[in-house]
């Protein structure tokens, strides 16, 4: 190396990274954009020209027209300040509260992250066309996917944009305006290891679990993210899921945007109601016959986006006993989760046969079974409520009261074996 090689090599451990390793792919990396950089033609045109393109592109954040004039004026004079300083700006860092993210060249330079397979009709993508689609898989993606197919569709308008396989984890369809440029329709999905996940999401979840009773004790275990933007939409929608686990539980939290919308946790044991522990309790031995089974799981779940505030007590033996509160009102389920096994079939004569049994299941039988179990967890007239099927749902009917809206939803098996009851929000 030169000596003006080793001087930015000195220059990156400088800083805020300084405890960082430095490797020989970490100088390679670098000096592999630098060349990129030295033989893009008319590189400094296209840089300003991709920069001076960002405000016109409609999803991403607006920008302060002192602070891009300021941007645009500096254009030349970085160009022109040598190896040195490219090479040691391409390897710093841009940090989330922080955590470390994603380098200073991909968030100049965005197009320079995209991964191309071969023998890509590339030209059918403009600079704007790549930057878009660089920065909406930086941006709303997280990460960039490589890039397999580029298709021209002159019926609709579109440039299609496809990246990965449909049949695997990570996927992403886009599809851009071929006069403009911009975003028409996107579906992704990805995956990360929790260790990849913004700071911004992390940070969240130890205030989110408390927020619902549930010990911060549970910790990330993987993260999935799916974004959205169909036709007449102004930019993508992220949902982020993050599952969370430790020795004993597990719990979930999902965000759309930067939002929680959703948080699933374990309940610390001073956070659960005696109340209604007690009549979770009593509906499980109206269910089973069983008195006193221990509890073994506790938790709780709040749904913004349904509208909906869920607490679950599971009990030994796979019973178990759901409380939700919601929009439509209150809802209440006690179920036994050992007839969840599947019927073994034959063949498709032994099918029909089956459907058919249990579709007609007689209405005596079931009531036989029902109505002691709905009198003692609440104390009604189940007389007064009318039988509904539905060939569609097999193996449940509902009870209605008539004029109310107070209905039973009732799972069974073919023998007439209770295994759910549903009251009110489904």
């Known amino acids: ?161 496809e990246a990965g396989k449909e049949a695997e984890k990570e996927y992403a369809q886009i599809w851009l305006d071929a006069t403009t440029g911009n975003l028409r329709e996107v579906q992704m999905r990805a995956e990360m290891q929790p260790s990849q996940l913004e700071h911004r999401y992390l940070r969240q979840v130890s205030s989110l679990l408390q927020s619902i009773g549930s010990a911060p004790t549970l910790k990330p275990a993987s993260v999935q993210r799916y974004v959205s933007m169909k036709q007449g939409e102004s930019e993508p929608v992220s949902y982020t899921t993050l599952a969370l686990e430790n020795e004993t539980g597990y719990g979930e939290i999902v965000w759309q945007q930067d939002k929680a919308v959703s948080i699933t946790g374990e309940l610390r044991p001073d956070q659960i109601s005696q109340t209604a522990l007690e009549d979770a309790k009593k509906a499980i031995e109206a269910l089973s016959g069983k008195a006193n089974l221990d509890l073994v799981r506790a938790s709780r779940s709040k749904d913004d986006e349904l509208g909906k505030d869920t607490v679950f007590f599971g009990f030994e033996n796979n019973y178990f006993v759901q409380m939700t509160e919601g929009k439509k009102g209150l809802g209440y389920t006690v ?92």
Do not use: C
């Open 1 to 161: 190396m030169t000596h003006k090689d080793e001087q930015w090599e000195k220059e990156i451990r400088k800083g805020p990274i300084a405890s960082s390793p430095f490797t020989e792919d970490h100088k390679r990396n670098v000096l592999q954009q630098v060349e990129l950089i030295k033989k893009s033609e008319e590189g400094n045109k296209r840089y300003r020209s991709e920069d001076s393109s960002m405000s016109s592109k409609p999803l991403r954040p607006k920008i302060d027209n002192a602070s891009h004039k300021r941007r645009t004026r500096r254009g030349p004079l970085v160009a022109g300040t040598g190896a040195l300083v490219i090479a040691a700006g391409l390897f710093l860092w841009i940090w989330d509260g922080g955590q470390l993210a994603k380098p200073v060249i991909e968030q100049v330079y965005p197009t320079a992250a995209l991964k191309l397979s071969d023998d890509l009709n590339t030209n059918l993508l403009t600079d704007k066309m790549k930057r878009n689609v660089a920065t909406t898989m930086r941006d709303d993606l997280g990460k960039q996917l490589k890039i397999t197919k580029v298709e021209d569709l002159p019926v609709s308008g579109r440039i299609y944009v």
């Open 335 to 426: 179920g036994d989760a050992n007839y969840y096994e599947q019927q073994e079939i034959g063949n498709i004569e032994e099918m029909e046969a089956y459907h058919e049994k249990i579709f007609n299941i007689d209405e005596s039988l079931l009531r036989e079974k029902v109505e002691p179990i709905v009198q003692k967890i609440f104390n009604i007239d189940f007389d007064a409520y009318k039988l509904h099927r539905n060939a569609e749902q097999l193996g449940i009917v509902t009870f209605e009261l008539e004029s109310s809206t107070d209905v039973f939803q009732v799972e069974y098996r073919e023998d007439g074996r209770i295994k759910m009851i549903t009251r009110g929000e489904l």
